[in-house]
Every structure is written in structure tokens, then in C-alpha cells.
């Protein structure tokens, strides 16, 4: 069977533009025999010559610093947006209406307007076949897929806690210059829509249940920076940021995120603990899943780790190497756009593995609640507006 190409219209160069286009790179051959080989048509950024330069190292046929040239251009059936966040709406929804299979990168929008936006549209194209993907990589961690593997078959009994804490100290040196995230009109907000929109999906993901309420506690620690011109530029977002959340399946749960967290390049810790047994999860042990169950005899009972690299048991170790040589980060991207590139191909739905424009949307309304309650303080409830 030959496979069927997809042509890629891609915009963004920088981080998340080089970690999707490494994906769409590989999986043909890792997931071989693949329906789909990913063409690489066409690369957009605003610098010119960074662009240029960008397209011809990643291998795009060509390159724009205008996003409507590649919704106009036919060859394109898949656009990737992993822009800023200003520049998430507009290009997703002309894509959609073009009729072009749309992933945008997380969090969806700059807010819950435009997010609502971006969900019509979506529900709209949906109709004529055209899928959509929230890049919500985590949900592709083979540990996090076991993690709610184990929840999904009971043996965590009831939930009681879900515990998330994302701490980098990438911030923590008042000298690190600004740039887009730390600007509300480019980002919407700061350590909330970029790591806690991330540890609110997963919590969705994992449980299978929704969030019902929310009190947050959101803080600048430091609030002007280097600007390019050696200037200093106000910092309108936060830098560290509290959740309590209510959850409709009757847990608590926790979600701290700093980006001041002096000492931590990234540590993500997920804590999950139920009435039989309960989880942990570190992402820089991304191929360990800690695991304890009251159900093994008392005197070894303990949290077990889970290495989950075994081909035949774990979510995706068959396509990679043999047992014990485990994963990292780029396969986390490798393995969502798999997935998305398979739906397309299948005709399969997104959902439930992959997030989509519905999902990003229900994770916006609980950053826009916590924004509303950081703002005014007490416990603000989460709308959970109809999604037909
Ligand atoms: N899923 C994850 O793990 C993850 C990690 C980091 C970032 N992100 C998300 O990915 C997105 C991009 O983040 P990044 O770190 O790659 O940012 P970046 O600054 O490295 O790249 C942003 C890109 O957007 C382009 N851009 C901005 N405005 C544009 C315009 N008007 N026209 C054309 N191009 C424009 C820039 O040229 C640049 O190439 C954000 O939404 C961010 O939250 C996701």
C-alpha cells in the first residue's frame, strides 16, 4: 500500500515548530509500514531571514512570513499552528474554513472568546470530515497512558487527591530577558495557560471527570525585566500560580506552577491517591510510573516502579527499542501527531486519546475561572457551557 501524502503548511519555526516538524520527520519510518508520509510544503515565521534559513535546515519546499499564503495554497491539507499565543485564532479558524485538518499548539487560545470561537469552527468542519487536535502532548507519555489505564480499571477505588506540581526556574534570575510569554496581549496569561492549561488537561485525561470549581492565588514575583533594547519591560502575567480545584467525581485536587522554582530545570510531579491504592508520576522519569495498591500482601506493600518500556505491555515501547532503553520528550510530540496523522488516514475520532478543539476549550474555561479568582479572590465556579 502506497502511502498517501499530507502536505504540511507549519506556522512557527522556534521551539514547538521544531519539535512538530521532528515528528512529522520520523514517524513514517518508525511506525512503518505508515499510511500517511508527511510532506513538508511550507514554513511561516515573522523574521524573514530566520525563516529562510529555518526552512531550508528543516527541508520546507518554501517559506512565508504571511500565514494566508499557506491557507490559500492547496498542496497544504494539514495546518500546524505553533505560534505565539496572539496568533492561535485567527490562522486556525481561516484553516478550518479551508477546509485543512488543524493542530494548534497549547493553551488553544489567548482566551475563552476566542477559544469559543475555534470550537465552532471546528464543530463546524468536523461536519465535512476535517479533524482537529489541541497539542496536548502529555496525553502521549506511555506512563501517563498507563497511569489512566489503572485508574480507568478501578484500582485506585475512589478518588481522593490529584496533585500536580510544575516547577522550572527558568524565571528565577530577574535578569532572564522578556519576551511574548510575559506579555498578556501575547500570551493571555503566564505560568497558568502555558504549565498549569498542561497539568488541567492531564488531570481530565487521567480521571475522566470535569472541575466544578476553582480558587487560585496567582503571583508576580518579578515584574519588570531586560527589554531588547535595553530597556526594562513591565511583566503583566504570573510567574508562579495556586490551584484548588473541585472536581465533579467528589476530589480535591492541587495544581501549583512556577516558573520561579529556584534549582528545577523542569520537574513535573502528578500524585494521584484513591481508597485503594494510589500513582506518581516525574517527568523527568518520564519511563517510570510508581504504583501502589493495597491489595499486595502487608508486608510488601510499598509504591513499586513500573518501568514501562516492556513491547509488550506498554503504549507504544513495540515501535521504539528493545525493553529498558527508554523514552524522552520529543517522543511524547512524535507519538500525538502519530496519532493525528492515523485519525486523518482512518477516518478514526481524535478524542478520546487526543485533545481536541472541545478539550482545549473545557481547559480554557478553567484558566479564564482562575484568572476571574485571582483577580477577586474565593472560589469561582466553572461554567461547563454545552459542547453539543
Ligand atoms: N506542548 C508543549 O509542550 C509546549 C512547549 C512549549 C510551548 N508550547 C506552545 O507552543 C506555542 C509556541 O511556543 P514556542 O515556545 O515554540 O514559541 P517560540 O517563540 O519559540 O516560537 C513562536 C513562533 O511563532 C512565530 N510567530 C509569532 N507571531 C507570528 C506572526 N504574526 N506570523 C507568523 N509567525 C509568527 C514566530 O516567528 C516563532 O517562529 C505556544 O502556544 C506555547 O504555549 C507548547
Not at 480499571?153 to 534570575?173: N, P, Q, T, V
Request: aromatic share 12%; glycine share 8%.
Amino acid at each position: 500500500m502506497m502511502p498517501v501524502k499530507f502536505g504540511i503548511g507549519m506556522l512557527g519555526y522556534g521551539f514547538m515548530g521544531k519539535a512538530h516538524t521532528n515528528a512529522f520527520k520520523k514517524i513514517p519510518y518508525i511506525f512503518y509500514p505508515f499510511p500517511v508520509e508527511p510532506e513538508l510544503v511550507a514554513i511561516c515565521g515573522r523574521d524573514k531571514a530566520n525563516v529562510r534559513e529555518t526552512a531550508a535546515r528543516y527541508r520546507y519546499q518554501k517559506w512565508t512570513t504571511d500565514w494566508r499564503e499557506m491557507i490559500a495554497d492547496d498542496r497544504i491539507q494539514i495546518f500546524d499552528n505553533t505560534g505565539s499565543n496572539d496568533i492561535h485564532c485567527e490562522p486556525c479558524i481561516a484553516a478550518l474554513k479551508a477546509g485543512k485538518h488543524v493542530i494548534v499548539e497549547k493553551p488553544m487560545a489567548l482566551n475563552l472568546a476566542e477559544a469559543w470561537r475555534m470550537y465552532r469552527a471546528a464543530r463546524e468542519a468536523e461536519e465535512k470530515g476535517t479533524k482537529h487536535l489541541v497539542a496536548f502532548n502529555y496525553r502521549f507519555v506511555p506512563a501517563l497512558r498507563l497511569a489512566r489505564r489503572i485508574i480507568a480499571e478501578g484500582c485506585l477505588g475512589r478518588i481522593y487527591h490529584f496533585r500536580s506540581a510544575y516547577l522550572l526556574d527558568r524565571l528565577s534570575d530577574p535578569t532572564a530577558p522578556f519576551f511574548w510569554r510575559l506579555n498578556k496581549e501575547r500570551a493571555g496569561s503566564g505560568v497558568l495557560g502555558d504549565l498549569n492549561s498542561h497539568a488541567i488537561d492531564i488531570l481530565r485525561f487521567l480521571l475522566q471527570t470535569e472541575i466544578n470549581a476553582v480558587m487560585a492565588w496567582n503571583h508576580t514575583f518579578i515584574s519588570q525585566r531586560p527589554g531588547p533594547n535595553g530597556d526594562n519591560c513591565p511583566v503583566d502575567v504570573e510567574d508562579a500560580s495556586m490551584l484548588w480545584l473541585k472536581l465533579t467525581n467528589g476530589a480535591m485536587a492541587t495544581l501549583e506552577a512556577s516558573k520561579v522554582a529556584t534549582g528545577y530545570k523542569t520537574v513535573w510531579r502528578i500524585e494521584i491517591h484513591g481508597s485503594e491504592g494510589g500513582l506518581a508520576f516525574e517527568l523527568s522519569r518520564g519511563n517510570e510510573l510508581q504504583f501502589y495498591t493495597k491489595s499486595d500482601p502487608l508486608h510488601l506493600q510499598g509504591m513499586r516502579t513500573i518501568h514501562v518500556t516492556e513491547p509488550e505491555a506498554h503504549d507504544y515501547a513495540r515501535y521504539w527499542w528493545p525493553r529498558g532503553h527508554g523514552l524522552g520528550w520529543e517522543h511524547y510530540h512524535i507519538h500525538m501527531l502519530e496519532h493525528f496523522l492515523r485519525c486523518i488516514a482512518t477516518g478514526a475520532d481524535v478524542a478520546p486519546w487526543g485533545a481536541t478543539f472541545a478539550d482545549g476549550f473545557r481547559c480554557q474555561e478553567v484558566i479564564e475561572a482562575a484568572l476571574v479568582s485571582g483577580e477577586k479572590g474565593g472560589w469561582v465556579d466553572i461554567n461547563h457551557t454545552q459542547l453539543e
